[in-house]
């Protein structure tokens, strides 16, 4: 497990620096075919993107996929949605 590995620990701090190292690990991570049948055509070709053109590109995938698939289950059960924008509290703090 990576909790004992102290290697890696010493590689991969919790800060700044230690994130930007995990992502350059996983920039370097290829997908195999089965893995890429997956991704959407639009995802797939952000994917195969040169590494580096697009900084931890799987996680950035997921990010953006988990929302999208999560507006798309509360439009399917109609669960009304409160959208936050972070952008807003910059602006407006009290709303």
Request: one cysteine or more.
């Amino acid at each position: 497990a990576k909790a004992n590995n102290t290697e890696y620990i010493n590689t991969h701090p919790k800060n700044a620096t230690g994130f930007r190292e995990w992502c350059r690990d996983m920039d370097y991570d290829s997908y195999t075919d089965e893995e890429m049948k997956y991704f959407s055509a639009a995802a797939a070709t952000a994917m195969a993107a040169p590494k580096g053109v697009v900084p931890c590109r799987a996680d950035f995938y997921r990010y953006v996929q988990w929302h999208n698939l999560a507006f798309e289950v509360t439009s399917l059960l109609g669960i009304p949605v409160t959208v936050l924008h972070y952008e807003d509290y910059h602006r407006d703090f009290n709303g």
